[in-house]
């Protein structure tokens, strides 16, 4: 779509009575064509039709994104994600370890817990690592969060009891994971504007790459020499991979954002924005889906290996559902990525994946969970599907606020489905009580929040587009 096609879709259409913060980025050659003129002529009509209607940013602010600077800082953020995701992709096998050989006298509903308080942190405190971000940039959270990850991980490998492990793992190591993981993606929006899905989906690729490493050193090492010592050689890579991405990554901020004497702590609350939901439809709407997206998502990653078990796999068969959902979720956090930005639209990719994950469990799991090649194929194509969703949803987010707010706006998304983090784990383990009859009753749940999630990501693609088959 030209540039003048969006204008003139400005003048034709009627679905934008509602709120919204973004008309879908230029593609790269719209840029090259686009003189200062038609950009403000583009604005200036948008503002004209409806006054919240407009274009974020300037496209000529972000010249060429294919810099050497650019390149370092997309690499940083790939092992950001590395260091950081890799604990997140692996707690299934984590949760299933523990639950046998450590917390043995203990529920999974309890032990549960563990891992949604973490999730709740590492990604709800994202409300706060956000919008510090869009105040100081990326280098001071990301050096802050590291050292606690690091102890939080450290201190897991001497735990025992169930309030160990939360204070440990779930709160300092959460705490640390969400001042790392929000300003390595955040920081990739400064760079990139046209192919933000993509490089965001390169990223999100070292989170995959960490839930297959180090799933895969659980496996070998668990048994040799106990969980103690493999957390903290876990705890020694993630800190490893950190600290090199932090050296490399660069960002903008004194671009992007106006410097401010107001007190940091007044500024960082005052920059947390939940008014948007009532606000923005779009917004609202999106985060709903990508909402159940992550409770299926998460729950299928914990439960996978407790499933497996209970059909009479021995515990390597359901490690390694866990190794094959992480990689291939890899070529799912770049294909559907580059393919969002290169002629398809984000919102019709949010579409498409979100109807490929509503398959994986109505074809695949639902009527074939006994079978282990069943559980293998289903585990590549969710792990594909919700790859995607992973390494999207930053980029639709990002893509419906302005650049100097993708902060507060992924802060607050992800704070909001942290609350499905913190829920989700504890609600799979009422279901799911150890019985192979219960474990069926949790793939039947999970099927219903993927519809739901499928329905959901027609109805934002509906807001943001209307019921053309344009790239949106």
């Known amino acids: 779509m030209s540039i003048i096609d969006k204008e003139q879709q400005i003048e034709n259409n009627s679905y934008y009575e509602h709120e919204i913060y973004d008309l879908s980025p230029p593609t790269t050659e719209e840029i090259q064509h686009m003189t200062s003129s038609e950009i403000q002529k583009f604005k200036s009509s948008a503002s004209s039709k409806h006054s919240t209607l407009h274009l974020l940013d300037d496209p000529s602010n972000f010249p060429d994104g294919w810099n050497t600077i650019a390149m370092l800082t997309l690499f940083g953020s790939f092992l950001g994600m590395i260091g950081s995701l890799g604990f997140v992709n692996s707690g299934g096998v984590m949760q299933s370890y523990v639950s046998e050989h450590i917390l043995i006298n203990d529920s999974q509903s309890s032990i549960g817990w563990i891992f949604s308080i973490y999730n709740l942190f590492a990604f709800g405190g994202l409300i706060v690592s956000g919008p510090l971000f869009d105040k100081i940039g990326c280098k001071k959270p990301i050096f802050i969060g590291t050292i606690l990850m690091f102890c939080g991980f450290l201190a897991t490998s001497f735990c025992k009891k169930i309030y160990q492990f939360i204070l440990a793992y779930s709160i300092l190591g959460g705490m640390g994971t969400s001042l790392v993981f929000g300003p390595f993606v955040a920081t990739l929006s400064h760079f990139f504007l046209t192919k933000r899905a993509l490089v965001i989906g390169i990223s999100y690729t070292g989170g995959g790459l960490g839930g297959v490493i180090f799933p895969i050193m659980y496996r070998e090492l668990f048994p040799k020499i106990g969980f103690g010592w493999t957390i903290r050689i876990g705890s020694f890579i993630s800190l490893f991979c950190c600290v090199c991405g932090w050296l490399i990554i660069h960002d903008r901020h004194d671009e992007f954002h106006d410097n401010s004497d107001e007190n940091l702590f007044k500024e960082v609350l005052g920059s947390i924005d939940f008014k948007i939901l009532f606000k923005n439809r779009l917004f609202s709407v999106l985060v709903t889906g990508l909402l159940f997206n992550g409770l ?167 807001l943001y587009g209307g019921l053309n088959f344009d790239r949106v």
Do not use: H
Not at 296 to 301: E, P, R, T, V, Y
């Open 296 to 462: 299926i998502f998460l729950i299928s990653m914990v439960e996978l290996p407790g499933y497996a078990r209970s059909q009479g796999f021995d515990d390597n068969k359901a490690y390694l559902l866990i190794v094959v959902f992480n990689s291939f979720s890899i070529p799912g956090r770049i294909i559907p990525s580059y393919i969002a930005d290169n002629g398809f639209g984000r919102f019709n990719t949010f579409v498409v994946i979100n109807l490929i994950s509503l398959i994986a469990f109505t074809v695949i799991w639902l009527p074939f969970g006994s079978n282990l090649t069943a559980l293998y194929i289903f585990s590549g194509v969710f792990g594909f599907s919700s790859g995607s969703v992973l390494s999207l949803s930053a980029s639709l987010i990002a893509s419906i606020v302005k650049t100097k707010d993708v902060g507060k706006g992924l802060g607050t998304a992800f704070s909001i489905l942290s609350i499905g983090d913190l829920i989700g784990i504890p609600i799979a383990g009422a279901i799911a009580t150890g019985s192979s009859q219960s474990f069926k009753n949790l793939v039947y749940f999970l099927t219903a929040c993927a519809a739901i999630g499928s329905a959901v990501s027609f109805i934002s693609r509906f």
